[in-house]
């Protein structure tokens, strides 16, 4: 028997999501163009005993997730990543902030077709781990984007 999904159950889609920075980073929601949702990894700890093996969990992390966002001109997507990775390092000076000062948290929301947010996780004390600029072309009419990879400490999903 061929059973379709029930209408009570509406999808949640990979576009309805805002991802909300911290407002002293100023980057703005609508510059969002793709993120890694969390991702979680559990160890595997192996029990051994006479010929066989039990398995209990170990540690487990939160990996890092992939940020695209549209590089805009004013005020400059680039500027805004730049502000932040600077509170990590600063490559003229050499100089390292503290943890208290780069790691920020995030906000993703999931929406309903009407806008309503319908899931929430908090990312806690992200840090930046990669900043890529984007590419120049001459032949491309492509947006220009700037893509950010950030290490959560932990994730907390709110429904």
Known sequence: MIRSVPFDYEPKRENRFLLEFPTELGIEVWKI???KRPNMII???EIPYLNQSTYV????????????LIDTIG??????????VRLHAESLTGRQGYAAGYQKNL?????????????K????????????FGNNDMSSDEL?????????WRCILNV
């Not at 005020?75 to 932040?84: A, F, I, K, R």
């Not at 906000?107 to 899931?119: H, R």
């Not at 220009?144 to 959560?152: A, E, L, R, S, Y």
């Open 57 to 68: 969990s170990g540690r487990f992390r939160w990996e890092a997730m992939d940020i695209t």
């Open 107 to 119: 906000l993703i929301k999931a929406l309903d077709p009407t806008g309503v947010e319908v899931e």
């Open 121 to 132: 996780w908090l990312l806690e004390n992200c840090m930046i781990t990669n900043v890529d």
């Open 75 to 84: 005020p400059s997507t680039s500027q805004q990543v730049m502000e932040w």
């Open 144 to 152: 220009q984007m700037v893509t950010i990879t950030v290490q959560p």
């Open 33 to 35: 163009q793709t993120l």
């Open 43 to 45: 160890n595997s700890v």
